[in-house]
């Protein structure tokens, strides 16, 4: 028998792929559909983002430097310092990325020995799928810490056993938080980094939905140092440019150096006409706030309803995703189920491990007039 990777035999199907199927069945059965299971926004990407795209293509396209351009370099670390006083060396401390999902697969691979003792990946309860997915590919074991509704989900890592910190070789925390909206003060990041250098771990922080918030700025792991650590960013939500696969890693420098040369050899380098892009929209805040006014609109509208319906929204004010408590005697998939059948893709908070059951997902991306159509749904059904 040929060698196989043994992940491959305990991968079920990506959950947004199966929500996508039950949307396409419900389709095929007449019902119209609005979509709030994917977090995928449909606003149009900003004018100078597609400007500077089409400005940067050549007329031939060779083969990009995996290590980025050094203007998307500097615009990456001149975005970090306006936002979050945090001062980067471009050269040093700063990689493009192809999305988060590329940065989350390589860093599995890089810091995760299939064959050694530390192989432990600490992965929040609920939280996004590919952590583990990735973890699983490189060889690592993922082992589940909880977030609780009562603390914020925000985690007590005092409470993670001092045997597991020993085996550990990444912490990834996520703020804002996906799927609960939920925001994490400065002093978490402070402590996972002392936990970090007393115990020999690298802390992932992936801040994707950082520029999406309702009341005050996020605050980022950066602002607590660099040393053991590593952010992910992206373009994806900020900028509505998920099709454009472009976001970044930064952090610790040896660590930055060790992806700047294992990544050419993954034959996984940005266009550069995608980072001209990527370039601008780092350098321009004044799309992010409509952004931000757009899905403002949106959460109140459908907050209103829920509220009105006594359907308790968790989490907190950031990120595009509302975190709603399902109906008492139903589950996080049969409440998806039913209301899929008037229309509305929710994602069951289960999709985000054992900790999201009870709960569903909705995300903001449907325009206005049908996240009003949505909510006049919602006032009927519930």
């Known amino acids: 028998m040929r060698p196989r990777n043994p992940a491959f035999h305990t991968l079920a199907t990506y959950p947004f792929v199966r929500l996508e199927e039950a949307k396409r069945a419900a389709a095929a059965r007449g019902v119209r559909i609005i979509d709030f299971g994917m977090g995928d926004p449909q606003e149009r990407t900003p004018a100078l983002v597609r400007q500077a795209l089409l400005g940067g293509l050549p007329e031939r396209a060779g083969y990009p430097p995996a290590a980025g351009t050094p203007v998307l370099r500097r615009a990456i670390a001149g975005w970090i310092r306006r936002r979050f006083d945090a001062d980067l060396d471009p050269e040093l401390h700063v990689l493009p990325s192809n999305g988060s999902k590329e940065a989350i697969y390589l860093l599995h691979q890089a810091l995760i020995d299939a064959r050694g003792d530390r192989r432990v990946v600490l992965i929040p309860d609920p939280a996004y799928p590919v952590y583990e997915i990735g973890t699983r590919f490189a060889g690592g074991v993922a082992e589940r810490y909880p977030l609780r509704v009562e603390d914020g989900f925000v985690p007590d890592l005092d409470a993670i056993p001092r045997e597991t910190l020993e085996r550990t070789a990444l912490l990834w925390l996520n703020y804002p938080h996906n799927p609960t909206g939920a925001v994490a003060p400065l002093d978490l990041y402070r402590k996972a980094l002392r936990l970090a250098k007393e115990h020999g771990f690298w802390v992932a922080s992936d801040e994707a939905y950082s520029?999406?918030?309702?009341?005050?700025?996020?605050?980022?792991?950066?602002?607590?140092?660099?040393?053991?650590?590593v952010v992910l960013n992206t373009l994806s939500k900020r900028s509505a440019m998920t099709g454009y696969r472009s976001g970044f890693i930064a952090g610790d420098p040896d660590l930055i150096s060790m992806l700047r040369t294992v990544r050419p050899s993954q034959g996984v380098a940005t266009p550069l006409f995608i980072q001209s892009a990527a370039a601008a929209a780092w350098g321009d805040e004044s799309h992010v706030a409509e952004q931000r006014d757009l899905y403002r609109a949106k959460r109140e509208v459908l907050l209103s309803v829920l509220a009105r319906k006594g359907l308790r929204v968790a989490g907190g004010a950031a990120t595009f995703y509302l975190w709603a408590r399902v109906p008492a005697g139903l589950t996080s998939e049969s409440f998806a189920s039913r209301m899929l059948e008037h229309g509305l893709v929710l994602t069951p908070g289960n999709y985000f491990g054992a900790g999201g059951e009870g709960y569903v997902r909705m995300a903001l991306v449907p325009t206005l007039e049908l996240c009003l159509e949505a909510a006049a749904i919602l006032e009927r059904v519930l």
């Open 211 to 229: 520029e999406l918030w309702f009341d005050a700025p996020p605050a980022s792991a950066l602002q607590a140092g660099v040393e053991g650590l």
